[in-house]
């Protein structure tokens, strides 16, 4: 059997943002990921269906698994022919063992290629508005350990030599702390030397704890800062009183998990990155129905269709040219719910003889019943209504002398319950957002089918859901919905009220840190 590759993938220290264009190809296309505790899990997302993930995380004092085992993992996923992607957090040259997993790899003949990231010591230090160098203040920065792994506690840092450089950034160096101070002041840096640790860089449980080479050690401990996190030493530290920009964002520390179908016009989880939150978007990807030709036969026998959004509009079409059947010999007349569903129809050129997108949006008047009565039809009429409310195809039932069909074209699901539970192992939410009804209806579908799941879910502490009809969806199933925001032109209004509360709740919380 042909070996496969392997992909050694820096995924930077935690902001999925910094990961290389390079390294979301390679995980477009793995068939098993080899992931760190530091790596993003929400980059977990861009991995195709089916493909098997591996958690190899590590943290003091606590291995998922020996590194000779993660070894052999790479090498023999490879040899079945497998691409694997080894995604390392920060760079995975720089203190990621690269080096040894790589080796490995080519003592076995297997391709691979190194994907560089940015690696924690410059991405922490940036987020916390530190730059290593500067033209005033440092020409010069070294990289070095505070940690050492078993077998090369011998090999010292010369920190001799550490010492004379402008900026020192400490990988792995909580724990040593006090040692640390203790050489590089017998070394003659100076105690005085501004001195900072920054913890989870670049997410949004990013601390930072500033002080001097001299009481940083014990300000660490008076606040139980624990790893991960970077040592900065120089005197570029100052800088961040006026640099300090992540941390200062009105979101800060608030990590929202987004739940919003495709097309997502509005780009709410970029809007909440702009403002600072950590933010996870889990895709609701819609399937065609079973029962296709069933309601393509209903509708050729009906006098109305109504689209409830676009999808059903969308699927509705794919259904009848993969029949081989033509609009033009349907003989029935075309109704919207909403915008989307109105100019999904208007692009195909197909007559809209009554729009509900004011009915809709507003939650009311959505109905069956209701519809019929504000079209005025006649005792008799034949109504189809698309919906993805409906999965399938429902049996007819006379409202007022007017014969309904309920049906969907389409059925919402969350496939991505592999990528949730890791989302959870390592992060957890204090929101969730739903930005659509037929988001909420994949969400209590997943809720159904994955009870562990629903539970950690209902422990998030606020819901929102974004539309009247969302809210009251979510509500008939029995979730507590915290805040309601408007579609449309008020959708930015009441996301600024909610940003400017958000900012008064979290204002303590920028400061905890702050030396």
């Not at 980059?43 to 269906?49: C, D, F, I, M, P």
């Not at 909610?498 to 840190?513: I, K, V």
């Amino acid at each position: 059997m042909k070996a496969g590759k392997v992909y050694f993938i820096g995924a930077g220290p935690g902001d999925p943002g910094l990961i290389p264009l390079k390294g979301i190809k390679a995980l477009e296309e793995a068939q098993v990921v080899v992931y760190d505790r530091l790596a993003s899990p929400q980059l977990l997302a861009y991995v195709k269906q089916g493909a098997r993930f591996v958690f190899c995380g590590k943290e003091a004092g606590k291995h998922s698994m020996a590194q000779e085992e993660i070894n052999e993992i790479l090498v023999r996923e490879a040899l079945r022919g497998k691409k694997v992607a080894r995604l390392k957090g920060g760079d995975p040259s720089i203190y990621g063992r690269v080096g040894e997993e790589a080796e490995a790899c080519a003592r076995h003949g297997i391709p691979f290629e190194i994907v560089p990231g940015v690696t924690s010591g410059i991405a922490a230090a940036s987020y916390a508005g530190i730059p290593l160098t500067h033209r005033e203040w440092s020409s010069n920065t070294a990289f070095v350990t505070g940690h050492r792994c078993a077998g090369n506690e011998g090999k010292e840092t010369n920190w001799q030599a550490a010492s004379g450089f402008d900026t020192l950034v400490v990988y792995m160096g909580v724990k040593n702390l006090p040692y640390i101070r203790q050489r590089l002041i017998e070394c003659g840096k100076p105690p005085a030397t501004p001195a900072a640790l920054v913890r989870w860089g670049t997410t949004g449980d990013q601390r930072t704890l500033a002080g001097t080479l001299d009481n940083i050690a014990s300000k660490a401990q008076e606040a139980n800062f624990e790893a991960p996190a970077i040592l900065i030493i120089g005197e570029v530290v100052r800088l961040r009183e006026t640099l300090g920009w992540y941390e200062q964002k009105p979101l800060f520390g608030r990590k929202v998990l987004l739940f919003q179908s495709e097309p997502a016009t509005r780009g709410d989880g970029r809007l909440l990155e702009q403002w600072g939150a950590e933010t996870a978007e889990v895709p609701v990807l819609p399937e065609p129905a079973l029962e296709a030709e069933r309601v393509l036969q209903a509708a050729e026998s009906s006098d109305w269709i109504v689209f409830a959004d676009v999808w059903e509009v969308q699927f509705f079409f794919q259904a009848l040219h993969a029949a081989g059947r033509d609009i033009r010999n349907i003989n029935t007349r075309m109704a919207a719910l909403n915008e989307g569903a109105a100019a999904e129809l208007a692009r195909r050129a197909i007559t809209v003889e009554y729009d509900f997108s004011a009915d809709y949006a507003a939650g009311s008047g959505v109905r069956p019943g209701v519809l019929g009565s504000r079209i005025g039809l006649q005792e008799g009429a034949r109504m189809l209504l698309l919906s993805p409310e409906y999965t399938g195809i429902n049996a007819p039932y006379s409202e007022d002398g007017v014969c309904w069909l309920l049906a969907g074209m389409s059925r919402q699901k969350i496939r991505a319950t592999a990528y949730l539970a890791e989302l959870f192992r390592e992060r957890g939410f204090d929101t969730l957002w739903i930005g659509d009804v037929r988001a909420m209806y994949a969400l209590q579908e997943l809720a159904n089918r994955e009870p562990e799941l629903a539970s950690r879910l209902l422990c998030i502490p606020e819901f929102i859901c974004v539309g009247e009809g969302t809210a009251a969806v979510a509500g008939a199933y029995g979730w507590k919905v915290t805040r309601t925001i408007r579609e449309g032109e008020s959708f930015v209004i009441d996301a600024v009220e909610w940003l400017n509360e958000s900012r008064m709740e979290g204002s303590a919380l920028h400061q905890e840190f702050a030396g």
